[in-house]
């Protein structure tokens, strides 16, 4: 079984600049979750894809948008980057869209400079 | 979406047990507590979750007050593998995010 990969690693940007960032969700699984967490906070919830669609939006801006493909990986993409995006990107996947059971990637370190 | 709260941070020794509670005052009939947990530098982990009754599994057992508004998971016996930050969550039935405090900073000591 595989478990969920995130890429980038690490990535720095400079304000005003686009990210795209990649999710491969763990095997039999088709929803994907993706957070942000600050240094010393806990996850906020972003957004969640289910078969492709979205299925949820937390408080963050149309900014922030993703896209889920027909194998069920996932990108979330951040225009116009501002300096208090500097987080940590988590993305977890789950089956049929439940969330006690959520699966997390080891993240990607997103600093805006 | 209702609040929990939890101790900033709890130390144990190694081998002993260890109770991480949980206070959800607000809770509603249809909020399921849920328990993660993040070790460094790593993604959160499921460790648990519960309606109503108490649950067991291989990780740990979750305790759950009759009036359900406190909760408590127990380690039964910490190791160092178990230092990690614990989130208790609130999340009600169809919800499809997870809503994390600050959660408990637990230190093993060898």
């Known amino acids: 079984e595989t478990g969920v990969t995130q890429s980038p690693t690490h990535l720095i940007k400079t304000r005003g600049q686009q990210v795209t960032l990649r999710c491969s969700s763990q095997?039999?699984?088709?929803?994907v979750s993706w957070y942000q967490q600050a240094l010393g906070q806990g996850p906020q919830f972003i957004f969640q894809?289910?078969?492709?669609?979205?299925?949820g939006r937390g408080n963050f801006p149309p900014r922030f948008s993703g896209l889920q493909f027909p194998n069920y990986s996932s990108e979330l993409n951040v225009n116009a980057l501002e300096l208090d995006d500097s987080a940590l990107y988590l993305c977890?996947?789950?089956?049929?869209?439940?969330?006690?059971?959520?699966?997390f990637g080891p993240g990607t370190r997103l600093t805006v400079t | 979406d209702a609040k929990t709260t939890q101790p900033n941070s709890m130390e144990s020794n190694e081998e002993e047990p260890v109770h991480l509670p949980c206070n959800h005052s607000?809770?509603?009939?249809?909020?399921?507590i849920h328990w993660y947990r993040q070790l460094p530098s790593q993604g959160p982990e499921y460790v648990i979750h519960?309606?109503?009754s108490n649950v067991n599994n291989r990780m740990a057992s979750l305790a759950i007050a009759e009036d359900r508004k406190s909760s408590t998971l127990i380690l039964h016996r910490a190791t160092l593998r178990d230092a990690a930050v614990y989130y208790c969550?609130?999340?009600?039935?169809?919800?499809?995010?997870?809503?994390f405090g600050t959660g408990t900073r637990l230190t093993v000591i060898p």
């Open positions: 894809y289910y078969r492709e669609e979205e299925n």
């Open positions: 969550i609130l999340s009600p039935t169809g919800a499809n995010n997870l809503f």
């Open positions: 977890a996947s789950s089956f049929d869209g439940l969330y006690y059971e959520q699966y």
């Open positions: 095997s039999g699984h088709n929803t």
């Open positions: 607000t809770i509603s009939g249809t909020d399921y």
């Open positions: 519960g309606l109503t």
